[in-house]
């Protein structure tokens, strides 16, 4: 779910990168502007629950949310994430069907939909209206990607194509706890792995 906060992160720098990459030196650079990203974020977040007078562009949000709120999710909370300034998180659930979504605002990215399942053996799956980032995915935790998708196609195609295995229900009123918990687990494999000069290459590219 946590991915794109480390590429906007990097994408601070994007003007720098991307003159590297002109001059053939992303490769040998690229590796160190990895890793200051990584140093940016926090090994864990906290979710403040706020309202809707939060978000800078409460259509884009609403766009997203109301047609999965149409379709029986529940509305989990509105949050500012107190160690990023700027970024809003709106939470749903349908925990009959193991989804948790996410929408996002960020001052740099803008609003994208993640829709996640967990599994009862700590894996998860995330589908997303992100573009690709660049960054290896956590194994055990793939992240399909279908930038441009409605809320409802990317539900539907969600619905189709996770893995069938022993999910785990997230009721809306400990969602935000699972949020955190969840960026808590994938900053800490993240920050263990490190980030390739490859990899800061391809989100340059991808940006």
């Not at 069907?97 to 009862?120: C, K, M, N």
């Not at 894996?123 to 441009?148: D, N, Q, V, W, Y």
């Amino acid at each position: 779910m946590k991915t794109i906060l480390i590429v906007a992160a990097i994408m601070l720098v994007l003007p720098i990168l991307k003159q590297l990459i002109v001059f053939g030196l992303a490769r040998l650079i690229g590796r160190a502007v990895g890793q200051a990203a990584l140093n940016q974020q926090p090994d864990q977040i906290q979710l403040l629950e706020t309202d809707s007078q939060t978000w800078k562009n409460g259509q884009g949000a609403a766009i997203l949310a109301d047609p999965l709120l149409a379709r029986g999710f529940e509305l989990a909370g509105i949050y500012r994430i107190v160690e990023m300034p700027g970024v809003v998180v709106e939470l749903l659930a349908k925990p009959e069907e193991r989804f948790l979504a996410a929408i996002y605002e960020h001052p740099q990215v803008g609003h994208w939909l993640d829709l996640a399942t967990s599994y009862e053996d700590g894996t998860s799956a995330t589908f997303t209206t992100s573009k690709p980032t660049g960054l290896a995915e956590r194994p055990g935790h793939p992240m399909i990607h279908a930038p441009g998708a409605g809320p409802l196609a990317l539900y539907a195609r969600a619905r189709a194509e996770r893995a069938k295995g022993r999910m785990k229900a997230t009721p809306a009123e400990s969602a935000a706890r699972e949020f955190e918990q969840s960026y808590a687990e994938s900053t800490a494999w993240r920050k263990h792995r490190g980030i390739s000069a490859c990899e800061v290459a391809e989100v340059a590219k991808a940006a």
